[in-house]
């Protein structure tokens, strides 16, 4: 009866874990596989060893890429996560808080695509709001996706637009776990609202931080659709981050084995830093208590 019971317990999750093999087991490996062939996606696959991934580190592509992907991480740990945690702080309590809260989360129901659209719209150098709106006070207009480095700063400002509410909800939910009690004993004791927030508030946040660094970290790095809809990776493919090249040497150049070895450099570098980030905020959980 014992190892019945175990048996019908296994089927239960057998059809998820079918489907966590199928559609995301299986595919990994044959991109590992792959990385090590020269391939065009119908003639036969040609073993090349290491050639794709020594050929990395001599295309200034794949380093524009790279630094471009760099910049994306830094800039959503900056501007997205510290945003929203301010935003949620902010917005806790206040007068009319719901509906500055649907404001802030509202893009995040937008998709990609239409976000690109929207953004392209407004960045346009004819009839663009900001450019408009610099017309009307005299100043020159701006070309913000063809200069370079300014179409990768406009197109963080679009991804930050968007991703500010899902963080803001993200950080929400962990201010409302934090005991009222600790922030009014606090406060009783003649703590400032700032160090209430530093001594307090910031170490009670610290497991969904850590959720939230994790998620804007990896989406981070394989931000795709929002870049390739609005500059597509260009002028001269210097706004493209790594999920963009593996895309373009993927499908629209055909070197499908340099592309899985992109992807796969890719994977290993979210991977590490994921890996590394949760084990520092472990021990540190574990110094905490």
Known sequence: MKYHNKFVS????????????????VP???NIYYS????NGIAEPVFNGFSNYIQLFKDSNFFTSLINTILWVVITLIFPVFGGLLIAVFLRGIKFGNFFKSIFY?????????????????????????????????????????????????????WTWQQLGINMVL???????????????????????????????LPMLRPITTVVIVMATANSFKVFDL???????GPYRSSETLAVTMFRETFTMSNMGYGAAISVVLSIIVVAISAIYLRTMVKKDLLYY
């Open 10 to 25: 296994y089927l239960y999750i057998l059809p998820s874990f079918l489907l966590v093999f199928l559609l995301l087991l």
């Open 28 to 30: 990994m490996f044959q």
């Open 36 to 39: 090590f062939f020269q391939w």
């Open 106 to 158: 509202i893009p995040i129901t937008i998709s990609f695509v239409a976000t690109g659209i929207i953004w392209n719209y407004m960045y346009s150098r004819q009839i663009g709001v900001l450019n408009t709106f610099l017309d009307l006070i005299g100043l020159d207009k701006i070309s913000w996706l063809v200069n370079v480095p300014l179409n990768t700063f406009s197109l963080l400002i679009t």
């Open 171 to 201: 950080f929400l939910m962990g201010l409302t776990s934090i005991p009222v009690e600790q922030t009014e004993a606090a406060t009783i004791e003649g703590a400032s609202k700032w160090q209430t927030f530093i001594h307090i508030t």
């Open 227 to 233: 870049i390739y809809v609005m500059t597509r990776g």
